[in-house]
């Protein structure tokens, strides 16, 4: 145990050592003549008595060296000598500790930038006052897979919970244009609730934040609180422009304030450009006031602070309460709706990832730590190569009198030199990659993502917790041969190593065998997940996708009312078609992983109608112009698609899919039948045509009901003009901004992205395709480091061999012999290892494919390819030292000894 | 039972080496002597474990030193019982006074 004053009296003989040796030394000394003087007196010679004081009582240094070894700081002292041994002893040899160090710093490269994303995604807290208290709230509605987000009217309710939480905010993030000294942009925003920075602890940077009184009426407050880094990019940092009214969106907004530097908003993954207040939210599309069933698109996020002590559970538990009480008295709205609680960290970017970020974050963690240990074993064969020709020093060592923990000690704290060096130069080069991980971490279809991979505290220590580990499994696996000395042998032998037979290099043999195995289950990962996203890449998504470009436009940004919108949607779509090179167009709400929304609807069917308070299971639907099916290339099953007389005055019609018909019409022809969309009240939508069932909001192996309705008899502000043409894209983009400009110049054009684009991205086959690329590269990476290792192996061990070769050459061997000595073992141990890997694999890939949509399990050439190329690779590596020993000169080699 | 000097129960000495300060403060060699005197030579103390254990001692706060002149005019360095040794011997002696008599109700049991 250290007490202070142990420590302090520790620290005093480590920093003023001459002089606490010297007192030990007086002490001891005087101790020792006063027990000679005793014996004098009974009538000793001097020499007599100092000889039996020894032998009775102990040596002077003897016993100076056991009160030195009982302290604490000892083990300091020891530590230090060993690291400037292991020092010079590594500077002895540059190749070997290079090449150490480079390939530690491979395997620790790829795993701290692995570590890095995983930290700027779900371990960093949000940079608000006790972060460990912010949880997300969603709610969780039957039949539907992720949680959503919840409705206005039932965070009011569930604010009410206060006996577990300490306050509750709702937020909302999208888009806004921006204008203000005569120009215009389009803005990240933030509406929030008023006591959304005071429940996160947030200072302003200048002026004042949205206050808690703030925001709860319609229309009201209209103010605006800038984010920091646009304050600096727009305004210059001007604090002058508080007070300054700008047009948000065509709504007049005056600035109070700057939110301070290092707060980007309560959504993890942007870095908001305005926050206002709920109240200033464009209301005329969703009526989110009263709309208990606004939830999912027309919901908010919700944030709620526990109270100390409270634990999830608790707060679930007082929720649970609330909703039920709504169920009751809400049944058309929240009958199957109940609530659900995730970490901040975890729901990120939204509640439904709490599901999966953690699998996938260990997931990969995982492959990179295989490649570390590949890695690593590279480095243990140098190591243990190393051993053998430091057998000599060891022996002398022991011969003078070191104790084998002592050696073992001195061989431990050189591997963790080692690794700690591999450790600081992985570091450098994950602020390298991760550099390069941010950019492909980026989907084209939200060019804002903030990502923030930058190496921090936590990098750090992961880092250095996988080095301290490295170094002891460095030491574990050579320690055998590094500190088993037999003194007679190893002075005798002259430094000259024993044999170097794999079968006796029992170690070595294992490890090739172990990172075969490790390189064939990061491979095999990488295959099926390269392999699921090709597949993915080529699917079916119910149109022909080549050259149609989505412009997403919104037109309250501009401010206009549904009169406006209306004609403005019907003048542009005649200006676009007009262009030289467009082919067709059409308007779609949704298109195919975009991230302009969908509908929900419960289609309730004539003749099956449902009694009150049960309702269908949800189908999300599309708003569309009648152009939509010939323009996307989208030929009807049966029945006819819509045309200009399915207007606001004509009875209300829809197009249904394949899935969505074999739902709700099984065996029978839906083209005719009429269903409502919800409740009882709503108005009859008869099915005029049924399409091939594609591809929809998120990417799905199971068809999934879905449905059309004309865009006449439903109005919709926001929506993408798909514009199918053979110019390229960006030309396509100029020509069209500049239409909307000369139509509309406040409006904004929201986002330019072309099918391919909205495929690869958010909602899409985003995380996919960047799970893929970090895969494979640690498959390379796997791959390279297994190559290395079983060649160096082979070579070390047909090195030692020389003289054995030599002397079967001599007796008679042929080349084939000699190449046939060494690939049989080489052979064996790639068997081995590759047997365990597959093994390994299928347990893998299982988990892979519940991960990632689309991966295949059993994908038949990943399985087949990777062994060969691995088998190929590997038999290449065995043969270059095969060849070199069959070469081999008896007489030189003979003579070599 | 031989005469010869048998090692200390395991454990006793840093509470022996309290009691002999609690007389009066001493130098090492002191210690050991006064400890085999009081023993009536049935211990005998080794330099390197008395050492170690004035070093364990003065580190937990239990005795302090100071260099001195001794009787023969020679430099030694004296040890003193603080309060917190002090306290510490009382209880001590009092726990193992507790185990004496316990270990010797066990043996003369049968």
Known sequence: MLSLRNIIDGLRSLFRKERSEKELDEELNGFLEMAAEEKMKQGMSRKDALRTVRLERGSLEVTKEVVRTARWESFVETFWQDLRFGTRMLAKNPSFTAVAILTLALGMGANTAIFSVANGTVFRPLPVNNPEQIVVLASKEKDVADPQNISYPDFLDYRTATDAFADMLAYEIGSDAFAVDNRAEEVITTYVTGNYFSMLGIQPDVGRLISPSEGGAPGADPVLVLGYSYWRRRFNGDPQVIGKTVLLSGRPETIIGVAPKEFHGAWWFADVDAYLPLSQKASEREPFWTDRGARGEGGFFVLGRLKPHVSNRQALASLEVVAQRLTQQFPATNKDISPEIFPERLARPQAGAASVMPLMVAAFLGLAAVVLIAATINVVNLVLARANTRRQEMAVRAALGASRIRLVRQWMTENLLLALAGAVAGIFLSAWLSRVLAVICIPADFPWFRVDFTVDWRVVTYTLAAAVFVGFLMTLLSVRRASRVDLNTALHEGGRAQSGSLRRNRTQAALVVVQIAGSMVVLITAGLLLRGLRNAERMDIGFDPRGVVNFGLDVTQAGMNQAQGKQFFARLIEDVRALPGVESANYAHSVPFGTTGYYVAHPNVEGHLLPPGKSAPAVSYNIVSPSYFQSLRMPLVTGRGFSEADDENAPQVAVINEAMAARFWPGENPVGKRFKMGAASSPWVQVIGVAHNGQYNFPSLRPEPYLYVPLAQRYETLLNLQVRSGLPTSALAREVQEVVRDMAPALPVQSVLTMEQQIGGATGLFLFRVGADVAGALGILGLVLAVIGVYGVMTYSVGQRRHEFGIRMALGAGRRDILDAVLRPGARLLAFGLGLGMLLSVLTSRAMASLFWGVSATDPLTFAGVPALLLTVALVGCCVPARRASRVDPMIALRYE | ?110
């Open chain 2, 1 to 110: 039972m031989t005469d010869k000097p048998s090692d200390l129960v395991q454990g006793t000495l840093d509470m022996l080496i309290l009691k002999t300060l609690a007389l009066e403060p001493m130098h090492g060699y002191g210690i050991a002597v006064r400890i085999e005197q009081m023993s009536q030579s049935v211990f005998r103390v080794n330099a390197g474990s008395l050492f170690v254990a004035l070093q364990r001692l003065q580190r937990a706060g239990l005795i302090e030193s100071e260099w001195k002149a001794t009787e023969n005019s020679r430099r030694a360095k004296y040890y003193l019982l603080t309060d917190q040794g002090r306290k510490r011997l009382n209880s001590e002696t009092r726990e193992w006074g507790r185990q004496v008599a316990a270990i010797a109700r066990i043996l003369e049991a049968s």
